[in-house]
């Protein structure tokens, strides 16, 4: 069993629709958890992190948490063709972040 | 402000080859060092971390050595490159305790051939 798990997609939103990117996680250790957006031949960029159970909302962005499910999610509100990139979820543990193998997200305008 | 700098953008290296990626980290102190590799259409895979000077924590057996000989620098070196080394490496840094995230260097897309 693979330690952060994504469903690889793709994933095909229309604009100005929800995006809802999964992760689940099987080390019940972990203790935060990251959002990473990574556009094609680039380096990935942090979006978000929680690390307590519920959600948390930046902008556009919603990043949810259940430790108990050992699950994580990100919801993208109004999405945009800008937002079209592999989503990678990330879990902390001690001194390491390990990453799943991202899920690829396209918004159809 | 904190940035990290990778070097270089791209290498194209015949099998057999050494190697020599360097990250280094201005603007922060003792710093968590990281590198990952990212084959392609996959998900990023620890290879080495650093907590500290000379300090090395290995995930995976393979054909790749990590060094720290100073405070904000880390250096990726191999002996003799395979054709499975080939992919996108990345380095990362991270302030020790901080509960926010990693931050990417701007990676190297290494082919071996």
């Known amino acids: 069993q693979k330690e952060v798990e994504q469903n690889s997609g793709p994933l095909s939103v229309p604009e100005g629709a929800i995006a809802s990117l999964n992760c689940t996680y099987s080390?019940?250790?972990?203790?935060?958890f990251f959002w990473y957006r990574q556009y094609s031949g680039k380096s990935p960029e942090l979006i978000m992190f929680?690390?307590?159970?519920g959600d948390k909302e930046d902008g556009r962005f919603t990043a949810q948490l259940n430790k108990a499910s050992q699950y994580v999610s990100l919801l993208i509100r109004d999405s945009q063709p800008s937002d079209s990139a592999t989503y990678l979820c990330?879990?902390?543990?001690?001194?390491?972040?390990?990453f799943g193998q991202g899920t690829r997200l396209t918004i159809n305008p | 402000s904190q940035t990290i700098h990778q070097w270089p953008a791209t290498l194209v290296q015949p099998v057999g080859s050494p190697l020599s990626l360097e990250c280094t980290v201005e603007g922060t102190s003792n710093p968590n060092l990281y590198w990952y590799r990212q084959a392609a259409g996959r998900g990023l895979q620890l290879l080495f971390y650093?907590?500290?000077?000379?300090?090395i924590s290995s995930e995976v057996p393979q054909n790749l050595s990590a060094s720290r000989p100073q405070d904000r620098q880390f250096i990726l070196s191999s002996k003799k490159l395979l054709l499975s080394d080939s992919g996108f490496y990345l380095c990362?840094?991270?302030?020790?305790?901080?509960?926010?995230?990693?931050?990417f260097g701007s990676g190297t897309r290494l082919t071996v051939v």
């Open positions: 080390d019940r250790g972990s203790q935060s």
């Open positions: 990362a840094w991270r302030k020790v305790q901080a509960t926010y995230g990693y931050t």
């Open positions: 929680i690390y307590s159970n």
């Open positions: 650093s907590v500290g000077i000379g300090q």
């Open positions: 990330a879990a902390q543990r001690a001194q390491k972040l390990v």
